[in-house]
């Protein structure tokens, strides 16, 4: 995953060797992203799997912390290697991201399911900008953080527990819902909490109030998903996920949709594992072979296995 620039240029104007420091391309490494021989500008890269660029591209950092949010990022879809949407993060902390992407609502299975917080505000529109906050809400009005129900949470979206310690969290941190009209963080504005009439942008005289919807995804620990009805032999699998590679169009989207297939059911990653014949057929190109078997190779073996056998 990296700029789809041209390579850009660098604040010497003019392209400059590869500086090798000792560090080694790995997974989540930042670097340079040379178009050529001893040509760095100010492209760059985050490597997202195995990659054989050592001594050709300069290492100077490492992702420590958001994966999920790199993950994302590399998952968007594409055509001809660039991206078909702008991705923007907009803020980001340990626990939550602002990242406004196309969005994409996922189908949810018996045992996964969302979570929505709805965060107040309340302000002004002056000149045309506008100045909100939490700390202006009224007694009345809703808490900085609620349910959809109305009950209160808090200040902070670390409030929110899961509701019994049958569940965990499939998404590491909440994300700003960008679905309908809302402006390019997730705003609605209205001139109360209670009406009816909300817009994807301040209106001077008539943005009082405005509200923004937060999500997260989460499922049954796998102790509690073993033996359901949904459970699936190694063909049922097999069967299953190329049913949802069929329809795409082009070798990284296939990529994309297995990852995303291994992300969201890790229980059944074993009989992808025996299925090396499924996966090699399923690409053209050896290197999104590797990188599939690369990410299975990560999921844990499950001690219990929600897989029948043949």
């Given at each position: 995953?990296?700029?789809?620039?041209?390579?850009?240029?660098?604040?010497?104007?003019?392209?400059?060797?590869?500086?090798?420091?000792?560090?080694?391309?790995?997974?989540?490494?930042?670097?340079?992203?040379?178009?050529?021989?001893?040509?760095?500008?100010?492209?760059?890269?985050?490597?997202?799997?195995?990659?054989?660029?050592?001594?050709?591209?300069?290492?100077?950092?490492?992702?420590?912390?958001?994966?999920?949010?790199?993950?994302?990022?590399?998952?968007?879809?594409?055509?001809?290697?660039?991206?078909?949407?702008?991705?923007?993060?907009?803020?980001?902390?340990?626990?939550?991201?602002?990242?406004?992407?196309?969005?994409?609502?996922?189908?949810?299975?018996?045992?996964e399911a969302w979570d929505y917080q709805i965060e107040s505000q309340r302000g002004w529109v002056l000149l045309g900008y506008p100045f909100f906050s939490s700390k202006l809400l009224l007694a009345m009005d809703p808490r900085e953080y609620s349910a959809r129900d109305g009950s209160a949470l808090g200040n902070h979206l670390c409030n929110v527990n899961l509701p019994d310690d049958t569940w965990e969290w499939v998404w590491p941190r909440w994300y700003v819902d960008m679905a309908n009209d809302v402006d390019?963080?997730?705003?609605?504005?209205?001139?109360?909490?209670?009406?009816?009439?909300?817009?994807?942008?301040?209106?001077?005289?008539?943005?009082?109030?405005?509200?923004?919807?937060?999500?997260?995804?989460?499922?049954?620990?796998?102790?509690?998903?073993?033996?359901?009805?949904?459970?699936?032999?190694?063909?049922?699998?097999?069967?299953?996920?190329?049913?949802?590679?069929?329809?795409?169009?082009?070798?990284?989207?296939?990529?994309?949709?297995?990852?995303?297939?291994?992300?969201?059911?890790?229980?059944?990653?074993?009989?992808?594992?025996?299925?090396?014949?499924?996966?090699?057929?399923?690409?053209?190109?050896?290197?999104?072979?590797?990188?599939?078997?690369?990410?299975?190779?990560?999921?844990?073996?499950?001690?219990?296995?929600?897989?029948?056998?043949?």
């Open positions: 995953m990296g700029d789809p620039g041209d390579g850009g240029h660098s604040i010497w104007k003019t392209p400059f060797k590869v500086e090798t420091n000792g560090l080694e391309h790995e997974k989540y490494t930042l670097g340079s992203y040379p178009s050529g021989p001893e040509s760095n500008g100010s492209q760059f890269i985050i490597t997202t799997g195995d990659i054989k660029l050592d001594k050709k591209s300069t290492v100077f950092g490492k992702v420590t912390s958001g994966f999920d949010v790199v993950d994302a990022l590399n998952n968007l879809p594409t055509k001809n290697g660039v991206p078909l949407h702008a991705a923007v993060i907009h803020s980001a902390s340990t626990s939550y991201c602002i990242m406004s992407v196309p969005h994409v609502e996922l189908e949810t299975g018996e045992h390019d963080q997730g705003w609605l504005y209205s001139w109360r909490f209670r009406s009816k009439d909300w817009k994807g942008y301040p209106r001077i005289g008539r943005s009082f109030v405005r509200q923004r919807q937060w999500k997260r995804l989460r499922r049954k620990k796998a102790e509690y998903r073993f033996g359901d009805k949904n459970a699936m032999s190694n063909d049922q699998v097999c069967q299953d996920l190329l049913s949802k590679v069929t329809d795409c169009k082009d070798e990284r989207s296939k990529v994309t949709t297995v990852i995303r297939y291994i992300n969201r059911y890790p229980e059944r990653a074993e009989a992808l594992r025996q299925s090396g014949k499924l996966l090699s057929g399923m690409f053209l190109l050896p290197i999104s072979e590797h990188e599939i078997m690369r990410r299975l190779s990560e999921v844990p073996i499950q001690v219990k296995n929600s897989i029948s056998p043949f």
